[in-house]
């Protein structure tokens, strides 16, 4: 499913441009996706755009205290990485809630930093946020191996 979602961003970088859901289907089938990933895909998408960040409301002050089914369900650096985005103003706690959302709706039991890094993108692009070229390249690129000395 998510790279049913990276193809949607990389072909569609302005999310209202992409074509009607059927079309949709039929160039993604095209594009060697399977089926059930597509639709797990554009249901999750659809969820994402149904959302509203307004509905999360936060006090600036709140610490936020992660669940033990947030904790169970994202991986090793995620709630750091989530900290390390509010910290450095990229999101706000509304969208930290709905990646967070985004997050815990997908089916996998443990979501990788990789998978969150591109609900993150998923998120910021659904929003019509400003995506800066360094924070895309974030997103998007694997962490490099890093050689032991």
Not at 42 to 49: Q, R
Not at 64 to 87: M, N, P, S
Request: charged share 30%; hydrophobic share 45%.
């Amino acid at each position: 499913m998510i790279d049913v979602l990276v193809f949607l961003f990389e072909n569609y970088f302005d999310i209202s441009t992409h074509p009607a859901p059927d079309t949709l289907v039929r160039k993604l089938s095209a594009a060697g996706f399977d089926p059930d990933e597509i639709s797990l895909a554009l249901d999750w998408l659809h969820e994402l755009k149904t959302a509203r960040p307004s509905e999360f409301v936060a006090d600036s002050r709140a610490i936020r205290v992660y669940t033990d089914d947030e904790q169970t369900k994202l991986a090793d650096g995620c709630l750091d990485f989530i900290v390390f985005l509010e910290t450095a103003g990229v999101v706000k706690a509304p969208l930290r809630e709905l990646i967070l959302d985004r997050a815990m709706g997908l089916e996998d039991d443990r979501v990788s930093l990789e998978k969150l890094k591109i609900i993150v993108l998923m998120v910021l692009w659904s929003q019509d946020q400003d995506l800066e070229p360094l924070i895309i390249e974030e997103l998007l690129n694997p962490p490099e191996d890093v050689l032991a000395h």
